[in-house]
């Protein structure tokens, strides 16, 4: 799922990832949306998040902005490569290497 969190005056993308046997959700903080083969931009790794935000849209409390959902789907990994599987969209692949990442 990848979030757009508008906060401070300005968005970043949560991309948030269900990791089998963990209860919390991976996070990774993208300084943009990459919505096309090439594009890259800065990503750093956050806390883990709670489960809640698989559904959640609106206020985040503590004032700490506003999240909407962007995209929903599945996803599988090889090291640092994500394939992403929208449910309104077609796949793509995403590298998040060293903090940079990459839509493949």
């Known amino acids: 799922m990848i979030l757009a969190h508008s906060v401070n005056g300005?968005?970043?993308f949560d991309l948030l990832l269900e990791v089998l046997g963990q209860e919390r959700l991976r996070a990774c903080q993208l300084a943009q949306?990459?919505?096309a083969?090439?594009?890259s931009c800065p990503w750093?790794?956050?806390e883990p998040h709670r489960r809640?935000?698989?559904s959640f849209e609106g206020?985040?409390?503590g004032d700490r902005g506003q999240v909407r959902r962007v995209e929903q789907g599945s996803y599988s990994q090889d090291?640092?490569?994500l394939s992403l599987r929208p449910d309104e969209a077609e796949s793509y692949e995403l590298e998040l290497s060293e903090g940079q990442a990459k839509r493949l």
Request: proline share 0%; glycine share 14%.
């Open 44 to 46: 750093r790794e956050l």
């Open 10 to 12: 300005g968005v970043h």
């Open 37 to 39: 083969a090439g594009e």
């Open 52 to 54: 809640l935000y698989l």
């Open 59 to 61: 206020e985040v409390s």
């Open 33 to 35: 949306r990459l919505a």
């Open 79 to 81: 090291g640092a490569r």
